[in-house]
């Protein structure tokens, strides 16, 4: 049920900036905003790694994804908007 859920929210239309890692040539300073960052590819193996086993882990790496987009793009911004609205 949780893998259906990451690979299902993978598929809304404003999740493709969040499918993978953020690059250092796409945000080189990001690694010095952001501490922790997650996307969902990496919250998809840790699923299927069983590293992820309840909902209430799901929702916190999920969380962690659209805080950290919300923190490293300012408010307005299309990511911003992106991350809060699958928030």
């Given at each position: ?81 992106m ?5």
């Open positions: 049920a949780l893998l259906k859920f990451v690979v299902s929210i993978t598929k809304h239309r404003w999740a493709h900036p969040f499918k993978r890692p953020v690059t250092e040539k796409e945000a080189p300073d990001y690694r010095e905003i952001v501490t922790d960052p997650m996307d969902f590819s990496t919250l998809r193996k840790k699923v299927e790694g069983g590293a992820i086993r309840d909902v209430a882990s799901l929702v916190s790496d999920l969380n962690l994804i659209f805080n950290n987009a919300m923190l490293y793009n300012p408010k307005g911004s299309d990511y911003h908007t991350a809060s609205t699958l928030k």
